[in-house]
């Protein structure tokens, strides 16, 4: 994602036609409408006015965590006295049932736009609500309960009318567009019209004896003070800073990735494209080494240059068998030539960078250096407001040092490294007039290249325009100088001394069969979980059960030898250089100019702009350009610049550009295993946190900014903040360590666990989600949050994209749905310029893959589609093609039965994994074999039960098959040792 969020035309702008012009019309406030019911149905509009609990494969979705004061004593038959409080969670369907085929339909169908539901004690204001998909009608509400509440449920539950003031009630809030009517129906309706429909109802009316007793043992937990009446506490929070010298350090651990080994951290990032250099600083960059001041003939008189250099986690190990291409291998930075890769007669040199000075006589217009400035009106503080565009050049050039070097051999060669996503930014001193102190404030620019040259233009506004005349034009302005931060990327090849950690890749659960000499030749000797034990067929002596560790898993023998074989890495790295930016007004004073009404003027030294105290607020909210899903700030010292707050981040996608993970979410579920200690070993559940944003809401804020900018430029808070602080909602069963960093473009989060705790986590992330909060502490110690969110049903993006993509065909637009669930398309929104957008109304279902024309008339510089994912339940890993680590799982047959006894030749044995693809015939050596799979993580965790079937073969008569049978691996081990009651009939 590129630091400046613009917008990708579809087609040019043409002028518009008649028939567009009412897209400019103000849209009617919809009114509140409420259809009455039919006759003798509990249906509206296909709505139930009391929603269905929703079940799961064996029990309602629906959970209530009871928090005791203490343990019930003896004798104590009600806990109601010990409640102090609760957590409520169910899915509630207020969708009506389908109509059999041929029957008169029950209720007037509707798409629903939008809707949510919330939770009300009885004429109170709602203290929860939770939004349903559209237009099925159907989500999870989540909350936690004050001791009233509790008993209120706990109320609801039993069926009684709720001993508490008003009981609970819960609220349906439905928004949708008229429909044609259904067959039976005659509803005169407007046929644009957006409607709102609201139902209620009591809870008891949904839960009132819902719950079988075995349902109330699955959904009831009874919670002490510090746990289950003896464990840790029922819910923590786990706060964490992302200081500057971690930044970046989530995911350092290497995986497979088809033919490369890389870190998980570059296998998550969702976009291809690379992101500003200034906001890698702000966010992940490590800083690998103290700046160090270079020569004078480096840098331009009187300039003073320090130089600094940073890492990016993002790395792609290399094994001598993949070619390298030629790149520089970095060593030493500050070395005035780098050695090549591949050719040893070619050297590299980090360019140096120096700021231009004009020559006094020089035309202001085409000079490298110009501060020019327009009064724009009045502040409401009576001072003239101004805007001023300053414009700075800087040239790259061989280092001094480089040269000495290459003039000393002259057989090599050399060549620069060139700059990838240079940015500047100017560094202004002013003191905060509400403390005193000496502050600076980083004014972002816009960079341009031409040949050897860096232009870079920063905009500035009122009092910051002024501080950054004084700095600029007046020695001894402010005790310090104003400074140009340039900063740029570069790729080189990393020796790699500490072999990387293969955290993805290569993992087995096995037992293995021991080829060993003996004298008894018809033992069989197997080596399981660190022991060996030896079978002899055709005896009583049979091989002890749970031979293996239920979860161990192990790195093979292969994975463990690949890191040795890797020497280089290919890695990012960023050159910071700092100089100081001095411009004399005395001497240069024909370069600083005030346009007028007249004409443009030069101001030289101006006494009146030698401002010293300035306000250090940057951001302020422009309230009216906020909607329910983000804030908008406007920056108060560069113009045309806003701050876009997302008031969540949820699980993103990959964007277009990696043909294997485009469109897929952003996790990996992977094992992270310590050889040495295997009680660290971790589950570890790695996501990427995007703005929950359609692109359509980006869109039209972008058209809405139209009016406030000309070129307006978007940001996020992840991309600025000078401080992150986030905390998640933990509970202490399943205990869970979260790490979290803000990157550019999201926000990479880190969950693990303990192998025997995975199946919880991965339980709680599809069914319940884990939330959490971010705050994001800005360059003026503004503070803005967003919440948190890894939930499988609540995926987003990809950012700027979406997941249905839009691609003109002449007069219309094709709708494709890319991602793996299906999405209901609202509308279609056709943007041109700060106009209003046109709506072309779609009210479709898209199912994976499938595509749909809808007309695009007149004409349009870009399109979105308003779509939500159609989430029918909660989805699995497999379901949303998370990335997943691969478990290779062997099953070992030993055959000890007496054939002679049953009259048999041999036996046959066929195998399948439960839930996985495929039968397998085991081949069997002196009666031992073993079968292999290779199954998701995800499914290794959840269950390992191998089915399998014998077949037994005699020498005069058929074949007998014997019906399938299951074997649990996880508690009886992945030895299956065949005895003579498997075979009797």
């Not at 104590?76 to 409640?83: A, F, K, M, T, V």
């Not at 970046?248 to 080994?261: E, N």
């Not at 749970?546 to 292969?558: E, F, K, P, Q, Y």
Request: proline share 8%; glycine share 6%; aromatic share 6%.
């Amino acid at each position: 994602m590129s630091s400046i969020l613009s917008p990708s035309p579809l087609r040019e702008p043409v002028p518009q036609k008649a028939s567009d012009e009412r897209a400019a019309e103000p849209i009617p406030m919809p009114e509140p409408v409420r259809l009455p019911e039919r006759e003798g149905s509990a249906f509206a509009l296909g709505v139930l006015q009391t929603p269905r609990l929703v079940r799961g494969k064996t029990s309602p979705r629906f959970s209530l965590v009871l928090l005791l004061s203490r343990a019930p004593a003896a004798g104590e038959d009600s806990i109601r006295p010990l409640l102090m409080s609760g957590y409520l969670g169910m899915e509630l369907d207020y969708r009506a049932p389908a109509t059999a085929p041929g029957q008169q339909p029950q209720a007037q169908p509707i798409f629903a736009r939008q809707a949510q539901v919330s939770l009300h004690a009885t004429g109170q204001p709602a203290f929860a609500v939770a939004r349903l998909s559209a237009p099925l009608l159907r989500g999870a509400l989540h909350t936690s309960l004050t001791r009233d509440q509790t008993l209120a449920v706990l109320d609801a539950l039993n069926g009684e009318p709720g001993t508490q003031e008003g009981g609970l009630e819960l609220k349906a809030h439905i928004e949708y567009r008229a429909a044609a009517p259904a067959a039976g129906f005659t509803l005169k309706l407007p046929p644009d019209a957006l409607r709102q429909l609201d139902v209620a109802c009591s809870l008891q009316a949904v839960l009132g004896n819902a719950l079988s007793p075995a349902d109330r043992a699955a959904c009831l937990s009874v919670v002490g003070p510090s746990g289950n009446l003896d464990g840790g506490p029922l819910l923590e929070t786990l706060t964490r800073s992302t200081a500057r010298a971690t930044r970046g350090a989530v995911g350092m651990g290497a995986m497979l990735a088809g033919s490369k080994v890389q870190t998980v951290a570059a296998t998550l990032q969702p976009s291809v494209r690379p992101s500003a250099t200034s906001h890698l600083l702000a966010t992940q960059a490590i800083r690998i080494q103290q700046p160090v001041a270079t020569t004078a003939a480096t840098v331009s008189t009187p300039a003073v240059s320090q130089v600094a250099h940073y890492m990016l986690p993002e790395a792609v190990f290399l094994r001598p068998e993949l070619m390298a291409v030629s790149l520089p291998i970095l060593g030493d930075l500050n070395a005035p030539l780098l050695s090549d890769k591949t050719n040893p007669s070619l050297r590299w040199y980090l360019p140096a960078i120096n700021l231009v000075r004009p020559a006094p006589n020089e035309a202001p217009d085409t000079s490298p250096f110009l501060f020019e400035f327009e009064r724009i009106g009045t502040s409401e503080s009576g001072r003239p407001a101004i805007r001023a565009s300053l414009r700075f050049t800087l040239e790259l050039s061989r280092p001094a040092a480089a040269s000495a070097a290459l003039a000393a051999n002259t057989s090599l060669t050399a060549r620069m490294i060139e700059p990838v996503e240079p940015s500047v930014t100017l560094s202004v001193p002013y003191i905060d007039e509400a403390s005193g102190v000496l502050k600076r404030a980083s004014c972002r620019g816009v960079v341009t290249r031409s040949g050897n040259r860096l232009l870079a233009t920063v905009e500035l506004l009122n009092d910051a325009a002024r501080t950054a005349y004084g700095s600029l034009s007046t020695a001894g302005f402010q005790s310090e100088a104003a400074r140009l931060e340039v900063a740029f990327q570069f790729s080189g090849y990393a020796p790699v001394f500490n072999r990387p950690q293969l955290v993805l890749g290569g993992k087995i659960a096995s037992a293995v069969l021991v080829a060993k000499s003996r004298d008894d030749a018809d033992s069989i000797l197997v080596s399981s979980g660190g022991r060996e034990f030896v079978v002899r067929p055709a005896s009583a002596h049979l091989v002890t059960q749970n031979l293996t560790l239920a979860g161990r898993i192990s790195t093979s023998t292969a994975a463990i030898a690949l890191p040795s074989k890797i020497q280089y890495a290919l890695r990012s790295t960023i050159r910071q250089q700092s100089l100081d930016a001095f411009f004399s007004c005395a001497e240069l004073g024909a370069f600083y100019r005030e346009k007028q009404a007249a004409a443009t003027v030069s101001i030289g030294c101006a006494e009146a702009y030698r401002l010293g105290q300035a306000s250090s607020q940057t951001y302020q909210e422009v309230v009216a350009l906020n909607r329910p899903s983000y804030r908008v700030f406007r920056n108060l010292r560069q113009p045309g610049r806003f701050l876009l707050v997302p008031l969540a981040y949820e699980i993103t996608r990959h964007a277009p550009g990696t043909p294997e993970r485009e469109y897929r979410p952003a996790l990996i579920v992977y094992a992270a295993l310590d050889a040495e200690r295997p009680e660290n070993n971790r589950i570890r559940f790695e996501a990427m946190l995007g703005p929950a944003l359609s692109p359509y809401e980006v869109e039209d804020l972008r058209r809405r900014l139209l009016l406030e900018a000309a070129s307006p430029v978007l940001e996020l808070p992840n991309m600025l903040a000078q401080r992150t602080e986030f905390s998640w909602n933990l509970t202490s069963t399943p205990p869970v360590e979260a790490l979290t960093s803000a990157t550019p473009e999201c926000l990479h989060t880190a969950l693990a666990t303990d192998l025997a705790s995975a199946l919880l986590l991965k339980t709680l992330i599809q069914n319940t989600g884990l939330s959490g909060a971010a705050r994001f502490i800005l360059e003026d110690g503004s503070v803005v949050t967003s919440a948190l969110s890894v939930h499988l049903r609540r995926i987003t993006g990809p950012w700027l994209q979406g997941p249905v993509t839009l691609q003109p065909k002449g007069a219309t637009l094709q709708l494709t749905n890319r991602i793996e669930g299906s999405m209901a398309v609202k509308d279609v929104y056709l943007f041109s310029g700060s106009a209003e957008p046109v709506r072309v109304p779609v009210e479709a279902t898209l199912a994976p893959g499938a595509s749909l024309d809808v007309a695009a008339p007149g004409a349009y510089t870009a399109a979105c589609a308003d779509a939500d994912p159609l989430a029918d339940g909660s989805p699995t890993f497999e379901e949303v093609r998370a990335m997943i680590e691969e478990i290779e799982c062997n099953v070992v047959f030993l055959d000890v039965v007496n054939y002679e006894n049953h009259g048999l030749t041999r036996l046959d044995i066929d195998a399948r994994l439960q839930g996985v693809p495929g039968v397998f015939r085991v081949g069997m050596d002196s009666r031992r074999g073993a079968v292999n799979f290779l199954l998701p993580l995800t499914v290794y965790l959840a269950a390992r039960i191998v089915e399998f079937r014998l077949t037994k073969v005699f020498a005069g008569k058929p074949d007998e098959a014997l019906p399938w049978r299951a074997w649990d691996m996880e508690a009886n081990s992945n030895i299956v040792t065949i005895t003579s009651d498997m075979i009797s009939t």
